[in-house]
């Protein structure tokens, strides 16, 4: 089983600050998925990057794949108090998750 | 709405009952799971199923069994509850293959006391 570490753990910042929060394995991955979730919800996908050094953007996020496809970044510029939940990453079929970075933006 | 429908959404057991957690989809997706989310643990994978007839162990089968006799059904069986499975669980389909993206369901809160 690989094994997913997501840093920091917990992240508390304002709104407009910008951040970026870490998944990253010893093992190379072929696919790796970001998830949001809510309180009282399900995880929500947000992106699947398959290409090493891979760059993808969704409004104010920008998921990047490393080179070396062992690691991941997921940047969130001005952040928002929507922002606000427990982001995942994902290694695919069956889906192992790490354990999560829990974001809090206050306003 | 087309997705992942999750029944009960709470639920109280007490230690040795038997229940099942039923899970529903519409998409006709290949791939389901399921999965408990602990605090600090994050989401762990008990049982899941590649097609109908298919399953395998996820990392915390122990307690837990699966079936899945068509497409749209994955139920998941507590054979006799314990208070270390009091856990929030959820379901999720996706279509085969490793680039697509899994829909959750809303989750099943249960306690056992």
Sequence with gaps: TQLLEQSPQFLSIQEGENLTVYCNSSSVFSSLQWYRQEPGEGPVLLVTVVTGGEVKKLKRLTFQFGDARKDSSLHITAAQPGDTGLYLCTITTPLVFGKGTRLSVIA | NAGVTQTPKFQVLKTGQSMTLQCAQDMNHEYMSWYRQDPGMGLR??????????????????????????????????????????????????????????????????TVV
Excluded: K
């Design chain 2, 45 to 110: 994978l008990i049982h899941y199923s590649v097609g109908a007839g298919i399953t395998d162990q996820g990392e915390v089968p122990n307690g837990y069994n699966v079936s899945r006799s068509t497409t749209e059904d994955f139920p998941l069986r507590l054979l006799s509850a314990a208070p270390s499975q009091t856990s929030v669980y959820f379901c999720a389909s996706s279509r085969a293959g490793a680039n697509y993206g899994y829909t959750f369901g809303s989750g099943t809160r249960l």
